[in-house]
């Protein structure tokens, strides 16, 4: 059951993932590419992981980011979809993001 599922009725306790990441995991996770079935763009799952970092990185030194990405934010990210070229797997994406969202609302909890 992937991140949009789990917001619209489904998964975890209260839709949430239960698993913390750090910044350095969410930098360094693969994921499966696709290429004659759906996938996410990826140069667009990038650049939002890119902000994820930044924010996660700025929460593990104990320091403010000006522009941090909050879960809520992250929630309402979109990504277009692929087909017939190169993307990232959705449901492996939509984990790591289910997994982010879970971590950013313990920061944002602490704060």
Do not use: C
Request: aromatic share 10%; hydrophobic share 40%; charged share 25%.
């Amino acid at each position: 059951m992937g991140f949009f599922d789990r917001l619209f009725g489904g998964g975890a306790a209260g839709g949430r993932s239960e698993t913390m990441v750090t910044s350095d995991g969410v930098a360094t996770h693969l994921f499966t590419e696709t290429n004659f079935r759906e996938g996410y763009d990826s140069e667009q799952v990038a650049a939002t992981l890119s902000h994820v970092v930044a924010t996660l990185e700025a929460y593990e030194r104990g320091e403010t980011l000006t522009a941090p990405i909050t879960a809520s934010e992250l929630v309402n990210v979109r990504f277009a979809q692929t087909k017939f070229r190169t993307g990232w797997d959705q449901d492996e994406v939509d984990g790591l993001l289910d997994d982010i969202v879970f971590t950013l609302r313990a920061f944002e909890e602490q704060a």
